[in-house]
C-alpha cells in the first residue's frame, strides 16, 4: 500500500536527534481535547456505527485484551461541589475508591477502572471520565451508558473518545493492509518504529481513527482509538528509523 507523505516523520526524527544515544524511549500519553489534523483543530466523537464495526473485527481476529472510553463533558459549577457529587457518587455506589486527590478520583467496579479529573476550563468546569475494561463481554457501548452515569445532568458539552486492543497471533501478519481490506479505511500517514508502527486514517464517512501496533516482551499488540488512542502507548525510538513509503 502507498501512503501520503506526512508530518509524523519529521516530528519523530527531530525529537529523535535530540538525543546522542541511539535508542530513546518516549512514553506518550495521548490524551488530548483536541486532535491536530493537518494544522487544524479537529473537535472529535467516535461515531458509534464505526467503532461498533471495529470492535467486533478486533474481538474476532485478535485476542482481546482491553478496551475504554473516555467521555470528556464541561458544567457550570463550582469545582469543589462537582468533585464531592462524583466522590459521592462512587461511594453510594459501593465503587471501591482508591484515591482522592489533587481534583482527581480513581475507582474500581466490576473489574472497570475508573479515573476522574476534574478542572477549571474558562468560566466552566471540565470533566473527563475514563473507563478502562479488560472483560471481553463489556461492549464500548456499555462502557458509554456507565460514563453516562457519573455526568452531570446539567452538563453544557460532552463528547467521546474510544479505543479497543488486541493481541495478534502471529508476528507476520500485515496489519495495515490487512485494516484497509477488513475494514475499508484509507491510511493518510502511516510511520514505521523500532517497536511497530503507527498510522492515522479514515473512514468513508471521514470518521478518523488511529491506529498503533507495538511490540512488547509479552507480545505484539494492536491498538485502535477513535478519533485518538488515549491510553498510554511506550514507543521506542531509534536515529535510523525510516518512514514507509
Known sequence: AMYKKNSLDNNFRGRAGDYNMKKVFFVFLLIFSLLIIGGK????????????KIEGYVINNYDFVQNGIKLEYTVDEKLCKEYLRIK????????????????????ESENI?????ICEYNDLIKVQVILINNDVSKSE?????LSQKIRNDNFINERYFSFIKGKLNTQDKNLID??????????????DINNGCVAEATFEDNQHINIGQIKYDTGSYLIIGTPIIFVTLTINMEDNMEKKS
Open 41 to 52: 483543530e479537529y473537535k472529535c466523537e467516535s461515531k458509534e456505527d464505526s467503532f461498533s
Open 141 to 145: 457501548e456499555e462502557l458509554k451508558k
Open 178 to 191: 490487512d485494516l484497509e481490506k477488513n475494514l475499508n479505511i484509507k491510511v493518510n500517514e502511516y510511520l
Open 88 to 107: 459521592q457518587f462512587f461511594e453510594e455506589n459501593n465503587f471501591l475508591v482508591l484515591s482522592t486527590e489533587n481534583n482527581n478520583i480513581t475507582a
Open 113 to 117: 477502572d475508573y479515573s476522574i479529573n
